[in-house]
């Protein structure tokens, strides 16, 4: 398992867009993916998961693959996220 | 067994008494889901029908996307969202595990499922993030409809005479109703100034907002007692409070036809001042309600009915035969009417949600018509063809810098310019006005004056925007005050400049129409002022009572006041038995 710390930055959080498209990536997934928060787990293929999990602004979560091979992943979610999902930061 | 007589307390939206039978319009309505067991050999049959209930869901969603012109609502990426939550592992997969492992029927699958995630958001405490189990529930209760045959419910279809229960009604939804059929509205949320609440008080029909939970309590078909004047709801009324509300309501009735019978006499001060007292409308049948009620003009009319309840841009025509038929009922009096003032709150078909942090701050009113010339000029051309019918002036809303009259004057220049070359008539001497709610506007005045033909101070805004208060938000709506000192000062001083510079300055917002700020209206100069038409009939006896000599004294001491209740408390002192007598009297 590999995994990766980012912060939430933009000012809406983890809502149903950005969720949304952290669930677009994953879809080309072949083993699990999840974000922890505070050890609490969310299957990143589930936006409503994803959304339970109450991202704010300014929340350190984990990213964590099943699977080495899927780096990729990891790190386009990474991305996505430390950039804001392209939104206000 | 008879049901236990219920009271909710929640706040007045529109006064008025109505008792009839509740009419829920929330899908939540379809909660009560039976359970039964399915039988293994037919399980794969009842996955298949959840399947296909969510493929319906998919297809109206997609359906009612393609139909939602891009330029107007914003809602529809909320609506894609939905789309992509219909598929989500935890509700599909899930609901579809639920039937396979439990043997139960679908709609009750979907339902623990539902409350499953309901939750799952539980203890959320940021508040944003914990509205987002809206959508999820809405989607999931889109699905639940399709299973149970239930259309979701269409409030355009309502047919019966009912009184509304809502946890909160979007402006587009409130305008697809059917307003003859309604008795009466209640919603969860909201709050005097909301826009539910303006509309059900300008159609006359009693409302009563902010009830938090009438939803949860209230089921289709219950008796309930509306009154909208006290802002409290009696849910399956006793015998004995049923003949005290009934009473109360023929009062009502009596009264309001007193008032309306002395509408027609002038609005003139005891000692001789003459004011105007004009009606605001929204809808072209609420012209014979300003008529019938004493208005001598239209103060303020609100033009973004047509744009809200149409798949697209209303075309020229169509807006200039709705202002022409305005204007030739009013014949020679004023009718104003503001450009379009649409905003987050007013574009969102799909109410629940917005994605603009902040739409009272945003891209609304003249910002959105700036940026879209073409929309903005097309009625223009509108509204100046129908000035060749009539008394017409031009009100641009939300105005907070001198550029935005000079780029609005450009826009009205070429459609005027576009129409003497087609040899179109119209009013050449057409007034532009500007309303008055940004407090820069306030600040500005002196130079804006100078710029336009008349002021309009619409109070709403420039109290939400001066004092930072969201008025529909329940937790802070009692700091929405108009006898806010710096807000009595505000619109003194645009007053001051108004007459100093020789422009007409008219009043409309909510505040003209309340009786207590009558004197206060007078002690400052405002003479013309524009209200819903129901409140003219009381706004014009409360004037006939006053005398503007007695306001000079009264003014200076208002001034010396600290804060709105001191305020109040002068105005009650000065004024309080001529108010209740002419509020109250018979």
């Known amino acids: 398992m590999i995994s990766r710390n980012v912060t939430i930055v933009n000012e809406l959080g983890l809502h149903a867009r950005s969720a949304g498209k952290i669930a677009e990536i994953v879809k080309n997934a072949r083993s699990d993916v999840w974000l922890i928060k505070e050890g609490e787990r969310a299957d990143a293929a589930s936006v409503i998961d994803m959304l339970a999990l109450a991202c704010v602004k300014g929340s350190e979560i984990t990213i964590k693959i099943e699977d080495p ?21 | 067994m008879a049901k236990k007589q219920i009271a909710l307390e929640g706040i007045s939206g529109a006064p008025g008494i109505c008792i009839g039978k509740a009419y829920l319009v929330d899908t939540e309505g379809v909660d009560v889901v039976e359970k039964y067991f399915i039988h293994s050999d037919a399980l794969a049959d009842e996955v298949i029908r959840f399947k296909a209930a969510v493929k319906d869901t998919r297809d109206e969603l997609l359906e009612i996307i393609s139909n939602t012109p891009e330029e107007l609502h914003q809602g529809s990426y909320i609506l894609e969202t939905h789309v992509a939550l219909l598929e989500d592992k935890m509700l599909y997969g899930r609901a579809i595990d639920t039937i396979e492992k439990k043997h139960v029927n679908a ?21 944003y993030l914990k509205e987002r189990r809206v959508d999820v529930i809405h989607v999931a209760n889109r699905i639940m409809a ?15 005479r009912v009184i509304l229960v809502a946890s909160d009604l979007s402006p587009a939804q409130t305008s697809q109703i059917q307003l003859e059929q309604i008795k009466g509205f209640i919603t969860d949320r909201g709050g005097k100034t909301s826009h539910t609440s303006i509309i059900a008080r300008s159609l006359e029909i009693p409302a009563v907002m902010g009830l938090d939970n009438a939803t949860d309590i209230i089921r289709t078909d ?6 909208g004047t006290a802002g409290k709801v009696i849910i399956n009324p006793d015998e004995e409070t049923l003949v005290y509300y009934e009473e109360r309501r023929s009062r009502f009735e009596k009264h309001k036809a007193v008032l309306v019978r002395g509408s027609r006499q002038p609005a003139e001060t005891a000692d001789g001042l003459r004011l105007k007292v004009m009606g605001n409308i929204e809808l072209l049948e609420e012209v014979v309600s300003v008529i019938d009620n004493g208005g001598e003009g239209i103060g303020l009319y609100r033009t973004e009915f047509e744009y809200l309840n149409s798949p697209s841009f209303p075309g020229e025509d169509e807006l200039f035969e709705k202002y022409k038929d305005v204007v030739e009922v009013m014949g020679n009096r004023p009718v104003t009417i503001r450009t379009l003032d649409i905003n987050g709150d007013k574009a969102a078909v799909y109410a629940a949600d917005r994605y603009e942090l902040n739409p009272a701050l ?4 003249i910002r959105y018509c700036l940026k879209k010339p073409d929309v903005f000029e097309t009625q223009l051309r509108a509204i100046l063809r129908a000035s060749a019918f009539g008394n017409v002036r031009v009100l641009i809303p939300m105005i907070s810098s001198c550029n935005e009259i000079d780029k609005a004057r450009v826009i009205l220049d070429k459609a005027s310019e576009s129409l003497i070359k087609e040899g179109i008539p119209f009013d050449s001497d057409i007034k532009l006005g500007i309303m008055i709610e940004v407090p820069a506007a306030v600040i500005m005045a002196d130079v804006m004056a100078d710029m336009v033909d008349f002021f309009s101070i619409g109070t709403n805004d420039l ?10 938000n329940r937790e802070v709506s009692y700091l929405f005050q108009p006898l806010h000192p710096a807000i009595l000062r505000m619109i003194g001083q645009v007053t001051d400049v108004a007459r100093k510079k020789g422009i007409d300055v008219i009043m409309c917002g909510e505040m003209a129409s309340d009786p207590l700020y009558i004197p206060l209206i007078l002690g400052i100069g405002i003479e013309e002022l524009s209200m819903n038409p129901q409140s003219i009939p009381l706004v014009k006896s409360v004037i006939r009572a006053l005398k ?29 038995s001529i108010l209740s007598e002419k509020i109250y009297s018979q």
């Open chain 2, 362 to 365: 945003g891209l609304r009113a």
């Open chain 2, 222 to 227: 219950d008796i309930i007692i509306v009154d």
């Open chain 2, 548 to 576: 503007k000599s007695d306001m000079e004294p009264f003014m200076k001491e208002v001034l010396k006041q600290k804060d709105s209740m001191d305020i109040e408390a002068l105005i009650q002192y000065n004024f309080g």
């Open chain 2, 107 to 127: 709609e009750w699958a979907l339902k623990t499922v539902i409350s499953d995630i309901k939750a799952m958001f539980q203890d959320i405490t940021d508040e």
């Open chain 2, 146 to 160: 399709k299973l149970v045959g239930v259309e979701s419910v269409n409030i355009a279809e309502i047919d019966k």
């Open chain 1, 69 to 89: 091979a899927e780096l990729d992943i990891l790190n386009d979610i990474a991305e996505l996220i430390e950039q804001g999902f392209g939104e206000q930061v």
């Open chain 2, 463 to 472: 109290i939400q925007y001066s004092l930072a208060i969201d008025r529909g």
